[in-house]
């Protein structure tokens, strides 16, 4: 009976090790993974809140920046029928006025 118990404490042992080892690695994993996030150290950066951000767009009196958008309006059909006629078909003729009557200011090309 002694020669039976044996194997089993050293089977125990031999799993109770191997899973102290997979869990020292995992750990190390999640810190390594959780270090590409910056958790567990400063930002490298300068940090603003929302609310300073806002203060400041709002506190320069004029937008001096120039336009994300430029105002054209680019038309572009390409006839693959007829390679001389470049009006777009009559079915298109109402969506492509109602853009321009939209943005009146526009350059439209």
Request: with cysteine; proline share 6%.
């Amino acid at each position: 009976m002694v020669g039976r118990r044996r194997p089993t404490r050293l089977l125990t042992a031999v799993a109770g090790l191997a899973g102290v080892v997979i869990a020292v690695y995992a750990a190390t994993r999640i810190v390594a993974f959780a270090e590409l996030f910056g958790i567990f150290k400063d930002h490298a950066g300068v940090r603003h809140a929302q609310a300073e951000i806002a203060a400041r767009y709002n506190s320069s009196g004029s937008d001096s920046r120039s336009p994300v958008v430029p105002k054209i309006i680019h038309q572009i059909f390409h006839n693959w029928h007829d390679e001389n006629n470049d009006t777009i078909p009559a079915k298109w003729q109402p969506s492509r006025q109602s853009c321009v009557d939209s943005n009146p200011e526009w350059e439209h090309m």
